[in-house]
């Protein structure tokens, strides 16, 4: 099946700092990505969809200034937390469509943790 | 919000079939029933998914009632790494996001 990479897997940051994740489709190309968050003991939660050479559409609630969206490629969404706080602490996950078939595929996900 | 309604857990011992059900009297027509599962701090794993008829792939098999209100995913010989979050979603084709609710947490017991 097709494989969505998410890098990095997990990192620590300092409050304050920012923090980028990147997506990569493997072995096809996606023209729309999607970025979820999910907190402890909850379910994921979209975050915002990613379109290839045009802006990001956010999910009501979801600071578009704050995580800053970038889809340069048909292979590669990236997500930069902006000026982390503790409360941003979550674990991150991308997830794209092939087009070839109808499943969506998800990356392994990110946990990020601002102290 | 989630179009679908699934038990929060269930149990299931070791090697016995598990059948997790799910309700989705609201599904379109042009919707599928998909089936993911979460294990502990990894991204979602597709399972199976299905339109109107039943399906089978080496992971488990997914009955859709003829109405399409509901559907059940059945794990034929759990084991106990099929312990995890197991997500019901419907949704149309192309290029359109997931939209998760609850899940079942199945607990495989040895």
């Known amino acids: 099946g097709a494989v969505v990479s998410q890098h990095p897997s997990w990192v620590i940051c300092k409050s304050g700092t920012s923090v980028k994740i990147e997506c990569r489709s493997l072995?096809?190309?996606?023209?729309?990505m999607f970025w979820y968050r999910q907190f402890p003991k909850q379910s994921l939660m979209l975050m915002a969809t990613s379109n290839e050479g045009s802006k990001a559409t956010y999910e009501q609630g979801v600071e578009k200034d704050k995580f800053l969206i970038n889809h340069a490629s048909l292979t590669l969404s990236t997500l930069t937390v902006t000026s982390a706080h503790p409360e941003d602490s979550s674990f991150y996950i991308c997830s794209a469509r092939s087009g070839r078939g109808t499943e969506a595929f998800f990356g392994q996900g990110t946990r990020l943790t601002v102290v | 919000d989630a179009k679908t309604t699934q038990p929060p857990s269930m149990d299931c011992a070791e090697g016995r079939a598990a059948n997790l059900p799910c309700n989705h009297s609201?599904?379109?027509?042009?919707?599928?029933v998909y089936w993911y599962r979460q294990i502990h701090s990894q991204g979602p794993q597709y399972i199976i998914h299905?339109?109107?008829n039943n399906e089978t792939n080496e992971m488990a098999s997914l009955i859709i009632t003829e109405d399409r209100k509901s559907s059940t995913l059945i794990l034929p010989h759990a084991t106990l790494r099929d312990t995890a979050v197991y997500y019901c979603?419907?949704?149309?084709?192309?290029?359109?996001?997931?939209?998760f609710g609850k899940g079942t947490r199945l607990s495989v017991i040895a």
């Open positions: 072995d096809f190309q996606a023209t729309t």
């Open positions: 299905g339109l109107k």
């Open positions: 609201t599904i379109s027509g042009n919707e599928y």
């Open positions: 979603i419907v949704s149309p084709s192309g290029n359109t996001p997931l939209v």
